[in-house]
Every structure is written in C-alpha cells, then in structure tokens.
C-alpha cells in the first residue's frame, strides 16, 4: 500500500503545481451541460492523471470527472477529482482541491485530497489513521450540534431543500457554509475545523477520497440516508461528520428528503 500512495501524493503534488501555475483571475472557461464550469486546466490535469496510471498501473480502471478507462471486473479503481472547485478555480478565489481514492472493490482503502495554495496535503490508508502533511489528525470532538459549529452544505442540495435551512440554523445556531469545493470540506472536516459537510452529488469523485480521509481520522461518512455505499459507481451524495452527530444529520436529511 506504501507504492499506492506514494504514487498517488506525487501525483497530486505535481498537478497541484500545474494549479498554482494556472490560478488567475479572468480565467477562460467554458460551460458543461451540468452547468459547471470547465478550464483547460481541468482537462490537462485529468489528462496526467490517466496517463499516469495507464502507465504505472495498466490493469487498474479508472473513473474521473473529465474522462474515464474504466476496465470491467477489476480489483482496484482510482476515482479522481482532476480539479475539485472549478467556479472558486475559475473565478479567481482559492479555494479548490486534487482529489484521488485508491478502491478495491469499490471500498475506498486509500484518498488523498491536496490544497496546492496552502500547501496542506490530506492522505489515508485504510487502518492507518489520516495525516495532513505528515501529521496525524483527528476530527472534531464535538458531541453536539452547537453555535458553534460549521457545517457546510453543498450548494445543490442549499438551494432544493430550504427546511435544511431552518432544521440546522435556527435549531442549533451553528454557522452554515457553502463552499464550491467538496473535497477541500472534506479535509477540514477531517482535522476537526468543520463539523460536517453534507453533500447531494451522485458523482462518486466527489466521496470516494472524503469516505477514507474522514473515517480514518475518527469520523463517518455515509450516504444521505445514513449507509454505506460502494464508490465506483454512482452515489446517494454523502454526510461526512465527526461521527458524533451523524445520526442526528442523517434524521434531519431524512425527513427533510421525505417530504
């Protein structure tokens, strides 16, 4: 597992500095029938990442946001982001992400997620523990929702469903936030900054890396219903939380989806 992840940070350092390198305001992009954006640094990066692993692992599928090699009936699947948070990318705010998970069987055993502007670098394996930049982390020990506490709500599922709203302000008071960068949450979910993030997106780059950050460093992911999922497929977005209060999202979500 040591080769899978030194592979995959260098990976993720290397095209962190292809970002760095591109981060400018005015930035060219174009619109994709999702209407999300997309850059030129987009379709590079997610060009180097599927030579990569052609190359190194040439019997490993491969399932990415901007072009995928999937392979049938195989043991292991990498699952990248090549550029999580384009519109904050794009748009000439710094906060977006490299994201990439190593599956075996669809479960996430490997993720790592890289902040290229603030040079924080986020991995796991699993039974390992999570590390950011070689140090251990773990989430937060909150054991409530409290005013206190962020937890972000990916801007879909903000603008569909105003009773979330309601059920996680006004009940609790905590600070709700709406960052354009799913994977960039899901670290900080994972080194205690956030309380949790809560995300509809059936795309399973923007879990996979989340799923084994978060639970390695001591906290839970699982869909919005509160099970497990497997990751090279499509998903039924996900909750990442410290654990503690994640069956009190997972009622909110719930109901609120029931209605």
């Given at each position: 597992?040591?080769?899978?992840?030194?592979?995959?940070?260098?990976?993720?350092?290397?095209?962190?500095?292809?970002?760095?390198?591109?981060?400018?305001?005015?930035?060219?992009?174009?619109?994709?029938?999702?209407?999300?954006?997309?850059?030129?640094?987009?379709?590079?990066?997610?060009?180097?990442?599927?030579?990569?692993?052609?190359?190194?692992?040439?019997?490993?599928?491969?399932?990415?946001?901007?072009?995928?090699?999937?392979?049938?009936?195989?043991?292991?699947?990498?699952?990248?982001?090549?550029?999580?948070?384009?519109?904050?990318?794009?748009?000439?705010?710094?906060?977006?992400?490299?994201?990439?998970?190593?599956?075996?069987?669809?479960?996430?055993?490997?993720?790592?997620?890289?902040d290229p502007i603030s040079n924080r670098l986020a991995s796991a394996v699993k039974g390992e523990g999570a590390f950011l930049n070689d140090k251990k982390i773990?989430?937060?020990?909150?054991?409530?929702?409290?005013?206190?506490?962020?937890?972000?709500?990916?801007?879909?599922?903000?603008?569909?469903?105003?009773?979330?709203?309601?059920?996680?302000?006004?009940?609790?008071?905590?600070?709700?936030?709406?960052?354009?960068?799913?994977?960039?949450?899901?670290?900080?979910?994972?080194?205690?900054?956030?309380?949790?993030?809560?995300?509809?997106?059936?795309?399973?780059?923007?879990?996979?890396?989340?799923?084994?950050?978060?639970?390695?460093?001591?906290?839970?992911?699982?869909?919005?219903?509160?099970?497990?999922?497997?990751?090279?497929?499509?998903?039924?977005?996900?909750?990442?939380?410290?654990?503690?209060?994640?069956?009190?999202?997972?009622?909110?979500?719930?109901?609120?989806?029931?209605?």
């Amino acid at each position: 597992m040591d080769e899978f992840l030194k592979f995959a940070i260098h990976l993720a350092q290397e095209v962190g500095g292809i970002m760095k390198e591109n981060f400018t305001l005015g930035m060219k992009k174009e619109w994709k029938e999702d209407g999300t954006p997309l850059t030129a640094t987009d379709t590079k990066i997610n060009q180097i990442v599927l030579n990569a692993i052609q190359k190194r692992y040439p019997d490993h599928s491969i399932i990415s946001e901007e072009g995928s090699k999937l392979l049938p009936q195989r043991e292991y699947t990498w699952v990248c982001d090549p550029l999580d948070g384009t519109v904050a990318f794009s748009h000439g705010y710094p906060i977006f992400t490299f994201s990439i998970a190593l599956l075996r069987y669809g479960e996430s055993i490997l993720g790592v997620i890289y902040d290229p502007i603030s040079n924080r670098l986020a991995s796991a394996v699993k039974g390992e523990g999570a590390f950011l930049n070689d140090k251990k982390i773990s989430v937060s020990s909150e054991k409530y929702i409290s005013k206190k506490s962020i937890i972000n709500v990916h801007s879909d599922l903000w603008a569909r469903v105003p009773d979330l709203r309601y059920n996680l302000i006004k009940k609790s008071g905590c600070y709700a936030t709406v960052f354009y960068s799913t994977a960039y949450v899901s670290l900080l979910v994972a080194f205690g900054e956030f309380l949790a993030e809560i995300c509809e997106s059936p795309y399973p780059w923007d879990g996979a890396a989340a799923k084994i950050i978060v639970e390695e460093a001591g906290g839970k992911v699982t869909d919005l219903l509160g099970k497990e999922q497997s990751y090279d497929q499509k998903i039924n977005g996900y909750i990442a939380s410290n654990g503690f209060v994640h069956k009190e999202l997972v009622d909110i979500i719930t109901s609120i989806l029931k209605k």
